[in-house]
Nanobody, 124 residues
Framework: QVQLVESGGGLVQAGGSLRLSCAAS????????MGWFRQAPGKEREFVASTSTGGGSTYYADSVKGRFTISRDNAKNMVYLQMNSLKPEDTAVYYC?????????????????WGQGTQVTVSS
């Protein structure tokens, strides 16, 4: 059974940093592209960042480019999202997602598995 479990969310002041983690089980993470999405209250879920199976390619939403960094450790079946210079508009539930043998994908429909999400709240 595939499971993706996010952690690392919390409350932080604007300008601060958080690192989200996603622990994958029930799959060989090196065969999956991984992505992060987020959903703010009253809004649709949106793409944040993605990384290819080996981590050699990454892609970011314009809104987080230069502030967020996605990385992965396939030996540990882990994916990370380092978030710096956080803004109140980054407040959302952040989700980890996996796509079998994928590349850097931005569409929800392209992902096969999803975590339950972790809340990130940025205060002004």
């Amino acid at each position: 059974q595939v499971q993706l479990v996010e952690s690392g969310g919390g409350l932080v002041q604007a300008g601060g940093s958080l690192r989200l983690s996603c622990a994958a089980s029930g799959l060989t993470s090196s065969r999956y592209a991984m992505g992060w999405f987020r959903q703010a209250p009253g809004k649709e879920r949106e793409f944040v960042a993605s990384t290819s199976t080996g981590g050699g390619s990454t892609y970011y939403a314009d809104s987080v480019k230069g502030r967020f960094t996605i990385s992965r450790d396939n030996a540990k079946n882990m994916v990370y999202l380092q978030m710096n210079s956080l803004k109140p508009e980054d407040t959302a539930v952040y989700y980890c997602a996996a796509e079998f043998l994928g590349s850097v994908r931005t569409l929800e429909a392209e992902y096969d598995y999803w975590g339950q999400g972790t809340q990130v709240t940025v205060s002004s």
